[in-house]
Nanobody
Framework: QVQLVESGGGLVQAGGSLRLSCAASGTILSTNAMAWYRQAPGIQRELVARITSVGSTNYADSVKGRFTISRDNAKNTVDLQMNSLKPEDTAVYYC?????????????????WGQGTQVTVSS
């Protein structure tokens, strides 16, 4: 089993910054892409930023130039630095990762999710 644990959410004023961190643990053979998603009330969960195993990144248009995703392959962690935060960034942020795992019937890639961390940006 693989667990993803997020930290770093909270309340911040518009224009401020927050850094989210996510640590993966478990019987991981290798880590593929990792990503951050967010979900605001009444809105479908959306991709915020994604980083591949070799460091290629892509971002939602709404966060380009403000958010930066990074990862540490040795520690199986992924961070999201969020600057110039806006009230519309308010949401629950979820860490997502794709990992190669062997549960006894061969090595396969599986998606896992963290429990989510609340980010609230006040105006």
């Amino acid at each position: 089993q693989v667990q993803l644990v997020e930290s770093g959410g909270g309340l911040v004023q518009a224009g401020g910054s927050l850094r989210l961190s996510c640590a993966a643990s478990g019987t991981i053979l290798s880590t593929n892409a990792m990503a951050w998603y967010r979900q605001a009330p009444g809105i479908q969960r959306e991709l915020v930023a994604r980083i591949t195993s070799v460091g290629s990144t892509n971002y939602a248009d709404s966060v380009k130039g403000r958010f930066t995703i990074s990862r540490d392959n040795a520690k199986n962690t992924v961070d999201l630095q969020m600057n110039s935060l806006k009230p519309e960034d308010t949401a629950v942020y979820y860490c997502n990762g794709n990992f190669a795992v062997n549960y006894g019937w061969g090595t396969h890639n599986y998606d896992y999710w963290g429990q989510g961390t609340q980010v609230t940006v006040s105006s």
